[in-house]
């Protein structure tokens, strides 16, 4: 389609709709009952997800959001804080599920162009020594969306593990996007989690799979996730179906998030010249590009969205795009020309 009629979704990368591969794999799946642990590709993709993570085991769930609230209910202790960045996935768009769920109070530090200083953190395990709540586990976010999908590299995953681990608490890491920052730092995911206890990833995203995600860790750790998941309601039964599309997923789906990049990168150049000061695209190394709303006019979101280039907000403050599978570079050249 094109012209007035085309319709562009940056929303976000769940609107991907599943590759022709995956629907062909998904109509052929052996399946079986993955509540007692029989079903064969369900099997297949969780040894693929621990082998890919450098982890022993690894759980299939149905979301992004489930997989972190599983690492929190096994990591973390009831009654203690949960330290992570300010604007987190697990502190802000999970429904004040880390209070409800695992009973457990998040401490937000300062997450300035999506890094968190290893002094705060140090930080806060020392308030516990002031009448403060203790620390049990911190939670970091690789990449980090409200920066424009910042990717984390290693050493910065590691200096803020060390200090966690050196006080006895443990390390979450949300890589819902953790395959972008591995395209774009050239480094393999497994590097980027090697410092975490555990990691969670989404194949319903810049993978373009249907549904689910991945928590991978160690088996213990991984079998007291299980459990939980039981309790919340996410055994999935014959969800073979649905694993066939994260395998085909994870084989195929992962070289092309450069291009989502780079049309994010080209997309943020379009409009920061249009908007000098609305985003700044050095910052843009993924698909994520944040707008700031006060540097764009009043109401521009929904002028976009009349000619048929859906944008979200992510807080009153950003609007944010998102490049993915489903927009080719025609598709791109309509959003920057409706700018």
Known sequence: ?????????????????????????????????????????????????????????????????????????????????????ARAH??????????????????????????????AVAEAFAGADHHLPPVSLVTLENTHMPASGRPLPPEEVEAVASIAHAHGARVHLDGARIWNAAVALGVPPARLAAAADTVMFCLSKGLAAPVGSLLCGPSALIEAARAHRQRLGGGMRQA????????????????RLADDHARAKRLA?????????????????????????AAVPVGW???????????????????????????????????VACC
């Open 240 to 255: 073979g179906v649905l694993a066939a599309a994260g395998i085909v997923a994870l084989e195929t789906m992962v070289d």
């Open 301 to 335: 979101l929904g002028a976009l969205a009349g000619k048929g280039v859906l944008g979200g907000t992510i807080d009153p403050r950003t609007i944010r795009f998102v490049t993915h599978k489903d927009v080719d570079d025609d598709a791109i050249d309509h959003a």
């Open 90 to 119: 697990v502190y802000r768009y999970e429904a004040a599920a880390a209070a409800m769920n695992g009973l457990v109070q998040c401490r937000p530090l300062p997450d300035a162009g999506g890094a968190v200083a290893p002094e």
């Open 1 to 85: 389609m094109t012209g007035a009629g085309r319709r562009v979704d940056l929303r976000s990368d769940t609107v991907t709709t599943p590759t022709p591969e995956m629907r062909a794999a998904m109509a052929a799946a052996e399946v079986g009952d993955d509540v007692y642990r029989e079903d064969p590709t369900v099997e297949r993709l969780q040894s693929l997800a621990a082998a890919l993570m450098g982890k022993e085991a690894a759980l299939f769930v149905p979301s992004g959001t489930m997989a972190n609230q599983l690492a929190l209910r096994t990591l973390a202790v009831p009654g203690t804080e949960v330290v992570c960045p």
């Open 269 to 293: 150049d379009a409009i920061a010249q249009r908007y000098p000061g609305a985003v700044d695209p050095s910052a843009v190394h993924t698909n994520v590009v944040c707008v700031d709303a």
